[in-house]
């Protein structure tokens, strides 16, 4: 009889953020047991760096940028203000709440081991945490992602900001060059134009958020641009940056000519990439630098150890990660093994308005040749646009020629909740029509999404 | 200056031993002559390589020879290609 290997756990999770936690929990629930290993904060970034403080970070801003533009409504406005320090305590206290966030006795009291330190593999069923070896019959790898740093000519000699330290700054700089006009780059350019600095964003495309649809990101460029004072320059490309005085200078390349910017401080927002460092050889695991391969079920080459969330290198989210946790956590220890089912994904840029899409954009339809109807319904033609006097966004609806949706975008106040209904429609094969005839409230922003059926019926 | 990292080596009952970055500057210098580069380029390559390992290996206490051998590799890849493919494949580089 072959001899049966002892380990000391059934399954290690490497990372602690969404990708991990919710595998770690449900594993140890089943009774198996169970450590879990992060290298930073427990809870990962979403909740301590991410998601929870930038969110709450621009409510506050969202607020107070209402309350300064309420003088149309009647309401006196003249003095208000704002500290930074109260709102940065908001922010912190937000991030307390959520519980998620450096909670590492949440783990132990659910029986679970947690390791504060970076894990390395030694060997495919061994990992070494600050020296002390462990083994395990299963691994799931949710190390997440970290900040792309671009190659930038003396950015190694400046002191710059991350999307996650710009949220310690102790206030927001007097001016700000962001390096890249993703989802990060205009979330935070929003907050900090709306807090009075001189924003100046650096893009390399030809719009903001290039991996959206052009009406989302041509709408957004002229809401940061003419409300919001934001200089936003596309196909540019920072050469260099330096010191200059108390602040810095950038050189940036724009069209084949030469600028060059005084600022007070940079951002580096252009992405991020997935964090493989952790001896993936040594475990005979194959992955490149843009993420872990894994087959349908979340398992890697090597059979008993699977992968999740940002660490796969795919577009991924909070919520998609933690589908992506509970999927490994089934197929590891499941006989009926499940796939992840990524159709309905809602994706979200929490600024004012709102971003929210779901399924297929229109690029994705061009490149895939599908054949299909568009339309676009604008805020101004429902009646909540007037008595909020509000009237920048739309909702786009995407169908096939039998009109069946199969995406949509919302750019709208609320427009993360909004989207939810088109999601259900997307993920449930719902058509235009089955849209259009479902009642929508009066004066609610949602009107919109029946407004945008109806054209397509 | 060696830092107080273990490397466990593969095949020896995963026995550790501290790293000498000596030794791996004299593995590197090794794989630069043996593709013809002259002493002295030799001798600057090994010494970047070594700085960007030990860098790696700083916020790590305890590391697999393979893993140092895969990390000089991508150093050196920049300094000599051709040093680093010969560093790569060979295990022992006389």
Excluded at chain 1, 433 to 451: G, I, M, N, Y
Excluded at chain 2, 73 to 90: I, N, V, W
Aim: overall charge neutral; aromatic content about 6%; some cysteine.
């Amino acid at each position: 009889m072959a001899k049966k290997y002892e380990f000391d756990y059934d399954l290690i999770v490497i990372g602690s953020g969404a990708g991990g936690s919710a595998a770690a929990t449900i594993a140890a629930r089943e009774g198996k047991s169970v450590a879990i290993v992060e290298s930073d904060a427990f809870g990962g970034e979403s909740p301590n760096w991410s998601d929870i403080p930038t969110k709450a970070l621009l409510h506050a801003a969202n607020l107070y940028d209402e309350a300064r533009h309420g003088a149309r409504f009647g309401l006196r406005s003249s003095t208000l203000g704002y500290n930074y320090p109260s709102i940065r305590a908001w922010k912190d206290l937000a991030v307390k709440r959520t519980g998620a966030g450096g909670n590492r006795r949440y783990y132990e009291s659910q029986g679970i081991s947690t390791f504060n330190n970076a894990a390395h593999f030694l060997s495919p069923n061994e990992i070494s945490v600050n020296r002390r070896h462990l083994s395990a019959s299963n691994f799931l790898i949710a190390t997440g992602s970290q900040c792309v740093i671009p190659d930038i000519q003396g950015l190694d000699t400046i002191k710059y900001f991350t999307p996650r330290t710009i949220l310690e700054a102790i206030r927001p700089p007097k001016s700000l060059l962001i390096v890249g006009g993703g989802d990060t780059g205009v979330e935070i350019a929003q907050l900090m134009a709306i807090f009075g600095t001189k924003v100046y964003i650096a893009e390399k495309s030809s719009r903001l958020l290039p991996h959206h649809d052009s009406e989302i990101g041509e709408l957004i460029e002229r809401v940061l641009s003419e409300q919001k004072g934001v200089t936003i320059l596309n196909h540019s490309r920072v050469m260099s940056v330096e010191k200059d005085g108390l602040g810095k200078r950038a050189i940036i390349s724009r069209a084949g000519t030469e600028k060059s910017i005084r600022i007070d401080e940079v951002l580096v927002a252009t992405g991020r990439a997935p964090a493989v460092d952790l001896g993936l050889e040594n475990a005979g695991i194959k992955y490149t630098a843009h993420g872990i391969d894994v087959n349908d079920y979340l398992q890697t080459n090597v059979k008993h150890i699977f992968a999740a969330g940002d660490v796969l290198g795919r577009d991924s989210h909070t919520h998609t990660a933690l589908l992506e946790s509970q999927v490994a956590a089934n197929n590891i220890f499941g006989r009926n093994k499940i796939v992840p089912d990524y159709t309905a994904i809602p994706e979200i840029i929490f600024i004012h308005p709102g971003i929210a899409t779901v399924g297929l954009s229109e690029d994705d339809c061009l490149k895939r040749d599908l054949p299909i109807n568009k339309a676009i319904a604008p805020l101004n033609i429902i009646a909540r646009s007037n008595t909020s006097d509000f009237r920048d966004g739309f909702v786009k609806i995407i169908t096939d020629k039998k009109g069946i949706i199969l995406g949509a975008a919302v750019v709208a106040p609320h427009a993360g909740e909004i989207i939810h209904e088109l999601a259900l429609a997307v993920k449930y094969g719902l058509s235009a029509d089955d849209v259009a005839q479902t009642p929508h409230a009066f004066l609610s922003w949602s009107e919109a999404v029946r407004v945008a059926a109806s054209k397509l019926v | 200056m060696n830092l107080a990292v273990d490397i466990v080596k593969h095949g020896n009952k995963n026995q550790a031993e501290r790293f000498v970055r000596e030794r791996l500057h004299n593995s590197i210098v090794s794989a630069c002559l043996s593709v013809r580069v002259p002493e002295g380029q030799a001798e600057t390559i090994a010494h970047a390589v070594c700085d960007g390992v030990i860098t790696w290996l700083r916020q790590r206490p305890e590391v697999t020879s393979q893993d140092i051998r895969t990390v000089a590799t991508r150093h050196l890849k920049s300094h000599h290609p051709e040093a680093a493919y010969l560093y790569e494949q060979h295990h022992m580089i006389i």
